[in-house]
């Protein structure tokens, strides 16, 4: 089977691809001309230059393909180019990647846009399998809890946006690889949409505890009212003043985020590391990097 890849060279789609090829199937890979490839120096990748954007060259690119694995983003708006090249192609089997941020509570336009390719795909007539994990971390290249880890690493204290009781479920980059591949391998995973998160839900208190532990650093908390520093932020925005950090990114960190997986775990054994194993991991890599 070959299978056309989106966002291949990305933080995750790096890591799907060697796992796609080691598993057997032929890959080709829609990237844009000035894409950092150097992580996917495999020989038996083709490459088709293109963009989500383009729908008459991501149709050419497409043709050939049997299976479509979508990892770009789909909050960008590009579902309805990607899913009329498929169609045209002949493609019937496809695995999307989503969010679990579909299900904020917050009046997000990346959330609506989500929702929206999220049905498209359902009434797309595809044979589609729609993966939602939480937080992706793992390596460098991750933005979430690399730049946690960053941080600490510098610091004796990590402000914390409220009182730092929401649960998190971060989840495992090689985990959600290693979903993708099983579901394009089980038959029962189309036309189902699967939550994956990682092991347990943690407190972002335990977060913090759990990275100083692995560090072997003794590392304090300080906790600032998330109200008026969501106002600052929205200020900031209001006056597009660059900032690191965004209103929003806040406003999530309040909010509960805890997801079971007990269906993916079902229907393709999905098993993922405990957010230690995998912090564990990461920190394991930094040092050899």
């Not at 520093?229 to 509960?256: C, G, H, T, Y």
Request: aromatic share 8%; proline share 5%; hydrophobic share 40%.
């Amino acid at each position: 089977m070959k299978v056309f890849v989106t966002g291949a060279t990305g933080f995750a789609g790096s890591r799907v691809v060697p796992l796609l090829l080691q598993n057997g199937f032929q890959v080709r890979c829609l990237c844009r001309l000035t894409s950092d490839r150097s992580l996917l120096l495999q020989p038996e990748i083709e490459w088709a230059s293109g963009d989500l954007s383009d729908t008459p060259a991501l149709t050419a690119s497409i043709q050939g393909t049997d299976a479509l694995v979508n990892i770009a983003s789909l909050g960008f708006g590009h579902a309805e180019s990607i899913l009329s090249a498929a169609m045209k192609a002949g493609i019937e089997r496809a695995v999307f990647i989503s969010t679990t941020a579909i299900f904020t509570q917050l009046n997000a336009n990346s959330k609506k846009v989500r929702v929206a390719a999220e049905h498209a795909i359902e009434n797309s007539g595809l044979k589609y399998t729609i993966l939602r994990p939480t937080m992706i971390y793992g390596s460098p290249r991750d933005r979430n809890m690399w730049w946690l880890i960053r941080f600490m690493r510098t610091s004796p204290i990590v402000p914390v946006f409220g009182d730092g009781n929401s649960l998190q479920q971060p989840v495992y980059v090689d985990d959600v690889s290693q979903a993708i591949v099983n579901c394009l391998l089980k038959d029962q995973t189309i036309c189902k949409n699967y939550n994956i998160a990682g092991k347990h839900p943690l407190t972002y208190n335990e977060v913090i505890d759990t990275i100083a532990r692995q560090m072997k650093k003794r590392v304090g908390k300080i906790q600032i009212p998330s109200r008026p520093v969501i106002s600052l932020l929205r200020l900031f925005e209001r006056m597009r003043i660059p900032f690191p950090l965004k209103a929003e990114q806040v406003l999530r960190l309040n909010e509960d985020k805890a997801f079971s997986y007990a269906d993916a775990q079902r229907d393709f054994s999905y098993a993922p590391l405990s957010f230690e194993d995998g912090i564990k991991l990461e920190l394991e890599g930094l040092r050899g990097h």
